[in-house]
């Protein structure tokens, strides 16, 4: 008897993106078993370009929310919504709305998954993609060897913002010929986890950009549970070369809105502050108690209470 394959939900806000339809579409003819995965999908955009009435299968795999683009609030807001939208499933993965895909991709993310769940049942897989350029409309990946990863690092320039309440900035680094890496910083371009990490971990409204990666980061770390940056990502991202796709804060789009952007992102910055220095302030998006912001620093060498930052510690490659 074939043993049952996990249901798999993919969470995916998308902000005015012209690549929406593309990526859905091509992560379904990419997929070795695209029957088992469902799509919920936030997309803010104006009414007319919403995606035109689903049909068959692709009907079958996505379940849409459209939302008048002036009516956006940032990303973590537009995630959190698409994240209710999940339905049980056993796996839970958050990607972008400009995404490409290797063949075999969703047989990757399951087997490399279920290797680090059964070190640790609480764990997630997360890593800055590949970059992909779209030629003759084919989407592109670069050519990453299925034995690299990817390690997350503040860059040796990298200081803490006493504002912002977090660090400027992280950095990729390709490492090659290794095993997975045990890392302390996600990618919200790519998350794969189990499912109940859609209840256990809602996106933060109040985080409106910059510093979502930081505190899920945080979240994760001081609830128990585990980070891993995979070997062999076969998911790319769209890096807005010449700056074609639209963002929130572009002054048209901000024209329209009554509470402007930088409003948002100045409640981000407090929220980031308070998670750390009052984290019973964030309910429940706030720290967990299995692990200590001090276990985080002395681990991570970031260190969120004294705002500083162990460039040696940081940039240690922690594997299996």
Request: hydrophobic fraction near 40%; include cysteine; charge should be negative.
């Amino acid at each position: 008897m074939a043993l049952k394959r996990p249901r798999i939900f993919v969470a995916i806000a998308s902000y005015r993106d012209p690549l929406l339809v593309q990526t859905v579409l091509h992560a379904i003819e990419m997929a070795t078993y695209p029957e088992r995965i469902r799509f919920g999908i936030v997309d803010q955009c104006e009414p007319q370009y919403r995606w035109p009435a689903l049909q068959g299968d692709v009907a079958k795999s996505v379940t849409y929310c459209a939302v008048d683009a002036s009516f956006a609030r940032g990303v973590c807001w537009a995630r959190n919504v698409a994240q209710s939208l999940w339905e049980g499933e056993e796996m839970y993965i958050q990607l972008d709305a400009h995404m490409a895909f290797k063949k075999g991709w969703d047989e990757w993310a399951e087997s490399s998954l279920f290797e680090k769940l059964a070190l640790n049942g609480n764990s997630v897989l997360s890593s800055y993609p590949p970059g992909f350029a779209i030629k003759d409309g084919v989407p592109e990946i670069e050519a990453w060897s299925d034995k690299s990863a990817v390690h997350h690092a503040p860059r040796l320039e990298a200081t803490f913002s006493d504002e912002k309440g977090m660090v400027l900035i992280y950095e990729g680094r390709l490492i090659d010929n290794t095993p997975s890496l045990r890392g302390y910083h996600v990618s919200a371009a790519v998350i794969i986890a189990p499912g109940r990490f859609a209840e256990c971990f809602p996106n933060d409204p109040a985080v409106y950009f910059y510093g979502e990666e930081q505190s899920l980061a945080l979240r994760l770390f001081t609830h128990g549970w585990d980070i891993w940056h995979p070997i062999g990502m076969p998911i790319g991202h769209f890096y807005n070369a010449g700056g074609t796709r639209p963002l929130h804060w572009d002054k048209d789009a901000d024209a329209k809105r009554e509470v402007k952007w930088w409003e948002r992102d100045a409640r981000s910055y407090l929220r980031q502050r308070s998670l750390c220095e009052v984290p019973s302030s964030c309910g429940a998006y706030g720290l967990g108690t299995v692990r200590s912001l001090a276990d985080y620093a002395a681990a991570s060498g970031v260190d969120y209470l004294n705002r500083t930052i162990d460039h040696d510690r940081a940039r240690r490659l922690h594997s299996i």
